[in-house]
């Protein structure tokens, strides 16, 4: 006995079967119809695709909720955003109870060579705690050690995965291999893992800052930093334990600013969701397409439905 089809379902077919027949007698009007709702659909899916991967994802680390940028604010000066001082950063990673750990990072371009011809390449200088910072462990070897970070120490350096394949071919052997960095020999210690992009980076190779402490002083905000709240640690309470520790900075690292100076200028630490440092105003713009895209389909779909009638 063969079972007979359900109503909705044998309706449904009907109505399909109707509209082919409809689109095959009108070519030009059905092409215009399906070029009209392409658009509409087109549009909304790249948008969505964009929110999506920027926005509704959670950054690709461990525990990204924990992680923040550390910036300064002087609003006696007029500053409400300032980058970091590497003084700051060290009195923080010295004292700060709230952190769980804390890097310093600046962008750099240097010259490769021992590989092939020289190359310009992206690069990043990070302290020992900045990779460690946001989780990441290495493919093959090691991260950066606060051995690695010190003034004087030898050269070392840390690979993209992507730079990896494409100069060693995924050989395992390239660590302990050097490659001239800026004119200075470097031994690779490292391969970070495939996929891994530093916040909005994809440099090739990750160097050591190597500072000499006795040399910094309060001054230089030209750097960025990133943080790890300890588990259930709020951003207000972070920030109110870097707060106090100006004082301790300015004994710290002497010879730069005064803390009457920093008193005046109402210098203060200034922490915010990574996430949020990285979206910045894009979120904003992203909303605001998404929504137009919306009434965009919505009016594509009411001119089709003026076409049909």
Known sequence: MVPQRSEPFAG???DVRL???RLRRAPLFSAVIVTTLAVGIGANTAIFS???GILLDPLPYDEPDRLVTVQA???GQGSEVMPQSAALHFTYEDHATLIERIGLWRRSVVTVLGVDEPRELEAILVTAGTLPTLGVQPA???LFRPADDTAGAPGTVVLDHAYWQSQFGGDPGAIGQAITVLGEPREIIGVLP???RFLDEQPAVY????YDRSSVTVSNFTLSSVARLKPGVTIEAATADLARLLPVAVAQFPGGLTLEFLEEAQAAPRLRPLHESIVGNVGTVLWVLLGTVGVTLLIACANVATLLL
């Open 73 to 75: 604010s002087a609003r």
């Open 194 to 196: 495939r996929g891994f």
């Open 140 to 142: 093959v070897g090691r």
């Open 50 to 52: 964009l929110v999506k």
């Open 12 to 14: 449904l077919m009907r």
């Open 207 to 210: 160097l050591p800052f190597r």
């Open 19 to 21: 509209a082919l027949r």
